[in-house]
């Protein structure tokens, strides 16, 4: 556990690109709501005192009742989700009452963070500021436009970016308010607003198993990723 670290799990959009009538992060996964996962990770690892889930408009009441169904004893502060992800964010930021410490913002559509990581990924946090995972580009990677490939980047100097992503709250709250300023609403990630702020942003060796659930054959690959870590206990 990590005493003063806020989490925000960030489960606020409805998922249109999974498809279905029903939001991926309900989704079951080895029978639990694909949320849970995060939530469950998040409460062991990092501080369960200090854990909100971001959700989407309107469905506050009945997702209470499906996390105490689901996982009794956890009991994140529920928060109304914005129509962006950067507005979810904020959202959670102007729900926690400390003005100092640290936060994980994390999407709720990765559920197989190795939460063991975490500590070591803090580590320091408060002096650095902001930390971001990585993985390496393994992929020849080109920029396009209009159907035409324009040149080849160089993969050595890419990277594909994850969450958890952490950072010193303040200095977080900050990238936010400087992004409404200037009429910044819909950023890619808090990363990406830590840079634009003008922050600096180190960078933290990913986890390969810490895929995100964009399709049906996302989920598909957890399930079976489950089942492997399920027969490697046994």
């Known amino acids: 556990m990590i005493p003063g670290l806020w989490t925000l799990i960030v489960a606020a959009g409805r998922g249109e690109r999974f498809g279905g009538e029903l939001p991926k992060q309900y989704l079951p996964l080895a029978g639990r709501p694909l949320l849970a996962w995060s939530l469950e990770t998040f409460a062991r690892h990092g501080d369960p005192q200090r854990l909100l889930l971001i959700h989407p408009p309107g469905d506050g009441e009945a997702l209470a009742a499906l996390l105490a169904e689901q996982l009794p004893g956890i009991s994140p502060l529920l928060v109304e989700g914005g129509a962006t992800r950067q507005a979810s964010v904020r959202a959670g930021l102007e729900a926690i009452e400390d003005e100092e410490g640290l936060v994980a913002v994390h999407d709720a559509a990765r559920p197989l963070f190795d939460g063991a990581l975490l500590a070591a990924w803090t580590e320091g946090?408060?002096?650095?500021?902001?930390?971001?995972?990585?993985?390496?580009?393994?992929?020849?990677?080109?920029?396009?436009?209009?159907?035409?490939?324009?040149?080849?980047?160089?993969?050595?100097?890419?990277?594909?970016?994850?969450?958890?992503?952490?950072?010193?709250?303040?200095?977080?709250?900050?990238?936010?308010?400087?992004?409404?300023?200037?009429?910044?609403?819909?950023?890619?990630?808090?990363?990406?607003?830590?840079?634009?702020?003008?922050?600096?942003?180190?960078?933290?060796?990913?986890?390969?198993?810490?895929?995100?659930i964009t399709g049906p054959a996302d989920l598909a690959r957890a399930e079976a990723e489950l089942l492997r870590r399920e027969k490697g206990r046994g």
């Not at 159907?147 to 303040?170: H, K, M």
């Not at 950023?187 to 922050?199: M, S, V």
């Open 125 to 212: 946090l408060a002096e650095a500021g902001a930390r971001v995972p990585v993985l390496p580009v393994p992929d020849t990677t080109v920029e396009i436009e209009g159907g035409r490939a324009l040149r080849v980047l160089d993969r050595d100097r890419l990277g594909a970016v994850q969450t958890p992503q952490l950072f010193r709250l303040s200095l977080l709250r900050a990238a936010h308010r400087s992004a409404r300023e200037r009429g910044i609403e819909d950023a890619g990630d808090d990363g990406g607003l830590i840079l634009l702020h003008g922050g600096g942003l180190e960078t933290l060796a990913g986890d390969p198993g810490n895929f995100k």
